[in-house]
């Protein structure tokens, strides 16, 4: 398959596990964020988004946190499964863009064992 | 479900030649990006468009140019192509923000590769 990043952190966990990726940003403006999934071969996928009124967002088995103090999101995977295995990274959009111009994470490559 | 569609997944060019890359979204997107992708580097915004016929430069946007004649496509020009130019061309779309935030929905790419 086709690698986005030859040296990305990898997290490597067992399936049922919870899963727990993390991001810091820069721009202190920033006031939405997005997690990205991406599959080998394919393009980013959405999973989650937050606004940064709020600290806490739960999707489906995925949770995102923002800390706006230390300028860091996380994205936590519950029950992991081979299927959720790929690169995620986050996106940033900072307040004064004046567009939907987002900033992206280089990534994180989750690699779930059966 | 939001659909954007590249018109190829894989693409060998020469050097000097003028490559086209199309890019089509069926979910009435007012915004419409190209991304290039390269291992380390992460997604570089080369070009956008908020509404047909009007782009603007992203981070990179040297030796590219783009069209957007209608809403639903957004092509990308390679006016010249060079080595450096092999990558992953991603298109992307969203709505205005005059909707909110809107996170951007992304094709699955097209591998370019300039000989």
């Known amino acids: 398959g086709e690698s986005v990043g030859l040296h990305l952190p990898t997290l490597s966990v067992q399936e049922g596990d919870n899963s727990i990726i993390n991001c810091a940003y820069s721009n202190s403006a920033s006031d939405y964020f997005i997690w990205y999934k991406q599959e080998s071969g394919k393009g980013p996928q959405f999973i989650i988004d937050i606004r940064s009124n709020m600290d806490k967002r739960q999707g489906q088995r995925v949770t995102v946190l923002l800390n706006k103090t230390v300028k860091h999101l996380s994205l936590q995977i519950a029950a992991t499964q081979p299927g959720d295995s790929a690169v995620y990274f986050c996106?940033?959009?900072?307040?004064?863009?004046?567009?939907?111009?987002?900033?992206f994470g280089t990534g994180t490559r989750l690699l779930v064992s059966p | 479900d939001v659909k954007v569609t590249q018109s190829s997944r894989y693409l060998v060019k020469r050097t000097g030649e003028k490559v086209f890359l199309e890019c089509v979204q069926d979910?009435?997107?007012?915004?419409m990006f190209w991304y290039r992708q390269d291992p380390g580097l992460g997604l570089r915004l080369i070009y956008f468009?908020?509404?047909?016929?009007?782009?603007e430069k992203g981070d990179i946007p040297e030796g590219y140019s783009v069209s957007r004649e209608k809403k639903e496509r957004f092509s990308l020009i390679l006016e010249s192509a060079s080595t450096n130019q092999t990558s992953m061309y991603l298109c992307?779309?969203?709505?205005?923000?005059?909707?909110?935030?809107?996170?951007?929905?992304f094709g699955d790419g097209t591998r370019l590769s300039i000989l």
């Open positions: 979910m009435d997107h007012e915004n």
């Open positions: 996106a940033e959009r900072g307040r004064n863009t004046g567009f939907q111009k987002l900033v």
């Open positions: 468009s908020y509404d047909v016929k009007m782009k």
């Open positions: 992307a779309s969203s709505h205005s923000g005059a909707r909110g935030n809107q996170p951007q929905h």
